[in-house]
């Protein structure tokens, strides 16, 4: 078996994706280089169109389908940065997305995907049946499942942006990464190790119910509960038969940091005073863990801020210090 995600394959993203994805800014943070007392920069993918890196790995599967799988369409199970990524890139391929979801999704989500382009499919009252709807599709429409993170043309694409980050800061001694899944992690580490051992590739994670740390610590793959979490992003599983995330986060990333609901508000309220930069949770426990102090010497530091998508009215709250851990 040789299902190796290699550099090669983040070049050919990279050419394949050009002019649909933004090659986004790398910014000097005046304010974390001072508090770190090394060069940071930050990755500013929050400024991606759809609001997230998620547009990357999307748009390089949808491009990677064959004509007749592109012209059956696609389907995706996602409320969040996923299924607005698929939906925007499927429409402006021109190709048929599905997006299901459960009836318990709130209506402004559901709105949102349709606004996009999106044909929303709804359906049962949880994830799970939702999945079964999936399943019927594929089966009876011909339809292909882009998963979020545990297929190969979608990590090559978020590998994309670690390219970006080579190119435009070649010096870089640590990327701090946020971490779900692990697509955007295993995909940048691998830019980023194939460029040069001597880069630090760091994961960074919420606290609350990071499956992919559990898992790398347990050796295996293994279920956490889901709690509620700033960082809502970053919830979710790896999936018990993960294939690639997994073992590409475990042999090519050197650590992995977990910051509190906390440090997450305070990274949050410092992008927008600090950077003007208006970030979701997700995306700011990069900055988060600088913050904090978790990341020793990191020297010249990359840190992924990885999605925009918050709510404003929780955003407002959050600068205005009217949330607190705890309680929101
Ligand atoms: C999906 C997502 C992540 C995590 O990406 P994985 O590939 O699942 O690890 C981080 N930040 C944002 C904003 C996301 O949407």
New binding site residues.
């Given amino acids: 078996m040789n299902q190796d995600i290699r550099l090669i394959d983040l070049f050919q993203a990279r050419h394949r994706i050009r002019g649909h994805v933004l090659h986004t800014p790398l910014a000097a943070s005046t304010s974390l280089t001072r508090r770190v007392g090394a060069p940071v920069h930050l990755k500013l993918e929050c400024r991606q169109t759809t609001g ?1 890196f ?1 547009l990357r790995g999307a748009t390089n599967a949808l491009l990677a389908l064959d004509d007749a799988a592109r012209a059956r369409g696609v389907i995706g199970v996602s409320t ?3 299924g607005r990524a698929l939906a925007h890139a499927a429409k402006r391929l021109g190709v048929r997305a599905v997006i299901c979801m459960s009836r318990l999704v709130p209506a402004n989500k559901v709105e949102a995907i349709r606004a996009l382009g999106a044909e929303v499919h709804i359906s049962g009252a949880s994830q799970d049946e939702a999945e079964l709807e999936v399943a019927r599709l594929v089966r009876e429409e011909g339809l292909t499942l882009l998963p ?2 545990d297929h190969p043309d979608v990590i090559a694409g ?1 590998g994309t942006a670690g390219l970006e980050i080579l190119d435009d800061l070649p010096s870089v001694d640590t990327v701090l990464v ?8 295993a995909g940048v580490a691998l830019a980023m190790k194939s460029a040069s051992r001597d880069i630090r590739v760091v994961g960074v994670t919420m606290e609350r119910g990071c499956a992919m740390h559990a898992s790398i610590q347990a050796g295996r793959p293994v279920q956490v509960e889901e709690l509620e979490t700033l960082a809502d ?2 919830g979710g599983g790896i999936g018990l038969d993960n294939r690639y995330t997994f073992r590409m986060a475990q042999t090519l990333v050197d650590d992995t940091v977990l910051v509190s609901e906390a440090e997450i508000a305070d990274a949050i309220r410092h992008a927008y005073r600090e950077e003007q930069v208006i970030v ?1 949770g ?2 700011a426990v990069g900055i988060a863990a600088l913050l904090a102090g978790r990341v020793a010497n990191p020297g010249t530091t990359a840190v992924l801020v ?2 925009a998508n918050i709510d404003m009215a929780l955003h407002r709250r959050l600068v205005c210090e009217e949330w607190n851990a705890g309680g929101t």
């Fill in positions: 997230s998620k969040g940065n996923h979020p993170f978020q946020p971490l779900s899944g692990g697509g955007l992690l992003s970053l979701e997700a995306g990885s999605g």
